[in-house]
């Protein structure tokens, strides 16, 4: 027996430190939740996972852009709705000023409710230009440009329900355009939305901790601690069974 060197306590505590080294890491990994906290812990683990949070960054902010396409688009086709409820509440205006039966005042009044919806109409057609520029174009129908200088008449009753069907039917088909774009974002969303979570999913899979497994690895390296603890106070006794021996 050689009491410079007790090298049954030495590899204890070469033990002990290992398992303690163990046991805070696997407690660093339940605490964040996360398998991968820092480069050492895999390398090529942590490359790959943060080239993926960057596509899954990426990827959500493309969902965010076109959910704002969309609503920009239901804004823009609510707007059209309007104007279609105004040009065909102009178009019965204008056959009820056809009736034989009304007077001058009856034309006037059917006159200004008219040039009230124009002026309306250009408004809407105005606003649509300003918030959906790049998303409908331009629209060739504009309300105030036809309608501003109206001169309406019994006899010009035909031409101006002209006008607006004409009209009638561009709003119908910028709202078919609008509702064929709204379907092709909505399709988007649905691929990118199943992308982003295969994403996350395969990201988890390779960062975060399965935390049963890992409480595992922490209570069987904390035994160890525990046990390394207990054998490295008897191996520091084993020295003393030289001093027994010297002195019996």
Do not use: W
């Not at 993926?52 to 086709?77: F, P, Y």
């Not at 008219?114 to 250009?122: C, F, K, M, P, W």
């Not at 039917?169 to 910028?174: H, T, V, Y």
């Amino acid at each position: 027996m050689r009491i410079n060197h007790n090298i049954s306590a030495i590899n204890t505590y070469r033990q002990y430190n290992a398992n303690t080294l163990k046991a805070s890491k696997s407690m660093e990994k339940l605490s964040s939740g996360l398998r991968i906290n820092r480069a050492a812990d895999d390398a090529a683990g942590l490359s790959i996972s943060e080239k993926m949070r960057s596509e899954i960054a990426g990827v959500a902010q493309r969902l965010r852009n076109t959910q704002d396409n969309i609503s920009l688009i239901q804004t823009a086709e609510g707007a059209l709705n309007e104007v279609s409820d105004m040009l065909v509440r102009m178009k019965e205006l204008i056959t009820q000023s056809q009736n034989p039966t009304y007077t001058s005042e009856d034309i006037a009044n059917i006159k200004l409710e008219l040039e009230q919806l124009a002026d309306t109409i250009g408004e809407y057609d105005a606003t649509d230009e300003n918030n959906c520029r790049g998303i409908i174009g331009t629209t060739t129908f504009n309300g105030k440009k036809v309608f501003s200088d109206i001169n309406f008449t019994p006899v010009s009753a035909d031409s101006t329900l002209e006008d607006i069907d004409a009209a009638i039917g561009e709003i119908n088909e910028e709202r078919a355009r609008l509702g064929a774009l709204q379907n092709r974002f909505e399709h988007e969303i649905n691929n990118d939305s199943t992308y982003h979570e295969n994403l996350q999913a395969a990201e988890s899979r390779i960062r975060d901790v399965d935390m049963a497994e890992e409480m595992m690895e922490y209570t069987k390296n904390n035994i160890l601690v525990q046990a390394a603890q207990a054998m490295l106070a008897q191996a520091n006794y084993l020295p003393q069974g030289i001093l027994q021996l010297l002195n019996s």
